[in-house]
């Protein structure tokens, strides 16, 4: 099956330093990554969808300036989180679409924990 | 703009015992739906999809769902809940948004099981 990992798992920077997520489709080229944040308890919320080759499209609300996302390759995506502060902590998540399959199918990595200290 | 709404925020059930999580969906067009669960500090596993057809659809695990169109639901159900089971269980609807499709999670259903 289609796997999706992300690197690191869980990260802690200090207040005013960047840090990076990476997100890999390690099975499969993925033309459209898409980046979610969790809170504790909450849903998933859509931040950005990320198409290879292309500026990431950002939802409503989002920083594009303090989240920078990177599609350079049809397998890695990146997430950098800017100048990042502490109610920047959260659970990132990242999902690919395998353009092989049917649409809105999307794989989704294992999550990474930011803390912000 | 499409939405869904899980109305349970939390549900315990002894092991053994059949299990029905609710989502209900708001969305103009066929709905493409989804069930997802998420064990504790992971991400999101896919337990069933509907795209068309048959309107019972079968997952993994021993789930199922039943889209019922006339009632904007599609409802996850299991006969027999395992303690594994015990988890976050996310209902999501697939939309065309500009030039990408993009899924609408609802708000999760925790589940817990008594042994």
């Known amino acids: 099956g289609a796997v999706v990992s992300q690197h690191p798992s869980w990260v802690i920077c200090k207040s005013g330093t960047s840090v990076k997520i990476e997100c890999r489709s390690l099975?499969?080229?993925?033309?459209?990554m898409f980046w979610y944040r969790q809170f504790p308890k909450q849903s998933l919320m859509l931040m950005a969808t990320?198409?290879?080759?292309?500026?990431?499209?950002?939802e409503q609300g989002v920083e594009k300036d303090k989240f920078l996302i990177n599609h350079a390759s049809l397998t890695l995506s990146t997430l950098t989180v800017t100048s990042a502060h502490p109610e920047d902590s959260s659970f990132y998540i990242c999902?690919?679409?395998?353009?092989?399959?049917?649409?809105?199918?999307?794989?989704f990595g294992p999550g990474t924990r930011l803390t912000v200290t | 703009a499409q939405s869904v709404t899980q109305p349970d925020i939390h549900i315990t059930v002894s092991e053994g015992a059949s299990l029905e999580l609710r989502c209900n969906y708001s969305?103009?067009?066929?709905?493409?739906l989804f069930w997802y669960v998420q064990s504790p500090g992971q991400g999101l596993q896919l337990l069933l999809k509907?795209?068309?057809?048959?309107?019972l659809v079968q997952g993994i695990k021993g789930f199922e769902a039943e889209f019922k169109r006339s009632q904007s639901s599609f409802n996850l159900r299991k006969p027999s809940v395992h303690w594994s089971d015990a988890a976050e269980y996310f209902c999501?609807?697939?939309?065309?948004?500009?030039?990408?499709?993009?899924?609408?999670f609802g708000t999760g259903t925790r589940l817990q099981v008594t042994l």
């Open positions: 999902s690919a679409r395998d353009p092989s399959g049917r649409a809105y199918e999307q794989y």
């Open positions: 099975d499969f080229q993925a033309t459209t």
């Open positions: 990320s198409n290879e080759g292309s500026k990431a499209t950002y």
């Open positions: 969305y103009g067009a066929t709905p493409y």
């Open positions: 509907y795209f068309s057809g048959d309107t």
């Open positions: 999501a609807v697939g939309s065309f948004s500009g030039t990408a499709s993009k899924l609408t």
